[in-house]
């Protein structure tokens, strides 16, 4: 049923124009930045993009082209890494960077509405007199938006989960430009069909997210984090499985391994051994984290993890966490020029030092320069490939590995991606892994798109 | 475009019979225990009952059913409360409960795989010497599949989450008798839609759930159980909400109003006081647990709660927690010969001290006999109507208290179900509650199962 897409036309445009008035761009410097994220994937600009104030503004957007069968990209921070926001058949790029407000906090019931547009850092910032925050923490400084459309997670989901597990409730318009509301704000429900859930992680291709009503934790009244070092990766993931099964409830649990560190170090101008390295962070009440430090130290001795260095005060934990944020940036930066390529399996806990160790041997046989960091709490790595991206057999090189990666995390039970998301860069693999269900998939999108205008070419083909 | 669906005839049955063999029956013994769950809701007699012994057997049966557009109705233990496994329109029921295979447990991986007939006993059971356990307690003696398809939860949701939180993976028989499975093992993933959230709590009507994954937990290494009881409901749900937010990770947190634990004190010979009272439990280590209720005695005594009476021992806490357990049975007996009619509303937690009293009011003015106990952990409670289901006029005044009820949880951002589901007895209160949000669940139903066959009747009117 490929349904073709229609042409952005100056009668679009001047539908678009009584909607947004001047918040509207069709400059070709405008149109790039907005068809690029932050991966290897090549850039596919959209044919106008317009900037949306509100959830009324977004309905009237999309009625316009849902008219006119025009596809809609949503945009957020353009911080993703599967080539989501990429116009494949032109269309118009939704820009929520302005729908940047903070709706409500309920310090109460520990949650806060927000537009598509604020930023993780953002909603920090004004949660800051409550006592409570939101962890999720990608890394990147992405929007909320966006980190729900592509059930992102990061270092610190060992603990308090993915996007999945936060979301309370979603305002969404969808293909016709109908806003529906999610759900309540009951913590609990067991009203209907999900379709919070659905929408987590739809990647814009059933409707545009627009506002997003999220759990939030009181800030602990202790951190302690800790960095150690251990003889193998096998050593530092029995570690990690270890600790996850004594029910010690660590916040964060990041694995290093040895290029990394050493790239760490470089970057960052730090002396850390170069081997590999867990990264841990403790939240509780003072007794509680000195327990399950007490706890996770005894474990990693007894694998050989040596040197526990602590970090308690704010400036210590900052400068070490930050050394782990920049790992991505530390390894782009071993070759000048080149461009990050993060892959994203995971798999069940049992299995990961076998996948690492796997895919280690697999990295020293090829030509590739590449990193390994994980937040292994979750049985989720990323390889960082640095790759010339003029270098063709070097791409296709990436791209090989990446499928014996791949390959090899499915024969796991694991999955292509654990918070990454499929874009149109990891849609044959969402075949390999779903088979079957991924025609309940392709059906749904049918029935609430039929017109195969919501950032359409991602997920699954039509 | 309502479908008729069709009835059952010979040829369905000679088609039954050739993927059952003897297990099925007509007999009308069995047809009538299938047809009534544990609720006050009119019994709906499937035609035919078939009992399932694998996931091929299960497909086969939707098969049979398909080809001749007749209705197909999943059965687990028949605890559900709001009609679920009435067969409105006739049609075959699908008894589960031969499917009680434990699959597999993955210890390192703590997780678990079994059959939609298991039930959470058997797996507790089942798991008693691994150090893990399954937490979600319904207080019925459900089956897992039957957990899943209504999204249950219960009394340690506060700590652990719901079945949405805790299903990792299923296997589905589709509307047109195709087999999928939702998902990986991995702990996260974000590929694609999250079919597996929208089978959760989907009550039969896009597909037969015939496995499930879930998710273990450490059993605690301390666990100690304490009741207290309070001057008004009001202090008791202060003493929650400040609990929760002092970030203690109290793994029950229970109230029961004075006519519950009177209701309780007479059923199970106690002599607890007769006054809101809270029922707790903390998990953890040793110190976190007397850390834990060190700080919600604080609390609750700052809030006028008095002699906090601990139970340590497994024994004690049993005793506790069996009265606990037998709320329902307990106001049920307290008029012979009626009939217990839950409620199930769940509000934010900021407004629960407001909906109880208000609440309280209202059953003050009615005739009604009834009690309240409540998950409140959670925001979630429930008032026991005790019902005489021969006198019609005490139907009817139950169902205005419990429209006025719903009506004042909907206006404070709450749901009309924390956890029973919606079945055939809520589907006028979802659609006040969601709105033009059913529109897209009705389409959903419709695009997976397009002749209306998977448990018609529940949840959305196609």
């Given at each position: 049923m490929a349904v073709e897409p229609a042409p952005v036309n100056d009668d679009l445009i001047e539908a678009l124009r009584a909607v947004v008035g001047p918040r509207l761009s069709t400059s070709a410097a405008v149109r790039e930045q907005h068809g690029?994220?932050?991966?290897y994937h090549t850039p596919h600009p959209p044919d106008v993009v317009v900037f949306a104030e509100s959830t009324g503004e977004v309905a009237g957007i999309v009625k316009a082209c849902a008219r006119r069968r025009v596809p809609v990209i949503p945009f957020g921070?353009?911080?993703?890494?599967?080539?989501?926001?990429?116009a494949l058949h032109g269309g118009v790029c939704i820009d929520?960077?302005?729908?940047?407000?903070?709706?409500?906090?309920?310090p109460e019931d520990m949650d806060a509405t927000v537009q598509a547009g604020v930023t993780r850092a953002q909603l920090n910032t004004h949660l800051r007199d409550t006592g409570l925050f939101f962890p999720i923490d990608?890394?990147?400084?992405?929007?909320i938006g966006g980190m729900t459309a592509t059930r992102a997670s990061g270092t610190n989901a060992v603990r308090y989960g993915t996007m999945r597990e936060n979301v309370l409730a979603l305002i969404v318009v969808l293909a016709d430009g109908r806003v529906i509301r999610t759900?309540?704000?009951?913590?609990k429900s067991a009203a209907g069909y999900d379709l919070t859930r659905l929408f987590v992680g739809s990647e814009g291709t059933l409707g545009v997210i627009t506002e997003i009503t999220l759990r939030l934790y009181g800030i602990p009244e202790a951190v302690s984090a800790a960095v150690c070092a251990f003889p193998t990766v096998a050593d530092a993931v029995d570690t990690v499985i270890l600790t996850i099964q004594s029910g010690v409830p660590v916040a964060r649990i990041e694995l290093l391994d040895s290029r990394q560190m050493a790239a760490v170090n470089g970057y960052s101008k730090l002396d850390y051994a170069v081997a590999p390295t867990l990264f841990f962070e403790f939240h509780g009440t003072e007794r509680a984290v000195a327990e399950q430090a007490e706890t996770v130290q005894a474990i990693a001795a007894g694998l050989?993890?040596?040197?526990?260095a602590w970090a308690t005060r704010p400036e210590e934990r900052d400068k070490l966490w930050k050394a782990r944020h920049d790992a991505y940036y530390a390894s782009v930066a071993l070759r000048p020029g080149c461009r990050g390529w993060a892959t994203d399996v995971c798999v069940p806990i049992s299995r990961l030092a076998e996948c690492i160790t796997e895919t280690t041997a697999d990295l020293e046989k090829s030509p590739l320069t590449a990193t390994i960091v994980g937040h292994v709490g979750d049985g989720n790595f990323h390889v960082v490939l640095v790759i010339d991206p003029d270098d063709t057999e070097e791409i296709a090189e990436a791209e090989r590995f990446n499928g014996r990666l791949v390959m090899r995390a499915l024969a796991m039970d694991?999955?292509?991606?654990?918070?990454?998301?499929?874009?149109?860069?990891k849609m044959d693999f969402l075949v390999a892994e779903h088979g079957e269900a991924v025609g309940v998939m392709r059906t749904i999108k049918r029935a609430l798109d039929p017109d195969n205008i919501m950032n359409p070419g991602k997920i699954v083909r039509v």
């Open positions: 690029r994220d932050e991966s921070a353009g911080t993703s890494l599967e080539g989501h926001v990429a929520l960077g302005g729908m940047d407000r903070v709706v409500a906090v309920n990608p890394g990147a400084e992405a929007s759900s309540r704000r009951a913590r050989g993890g040596e040197n526990f694991g999955t292509c991606t654990g918070e990454h998301g499929i874009g149109h860069g």
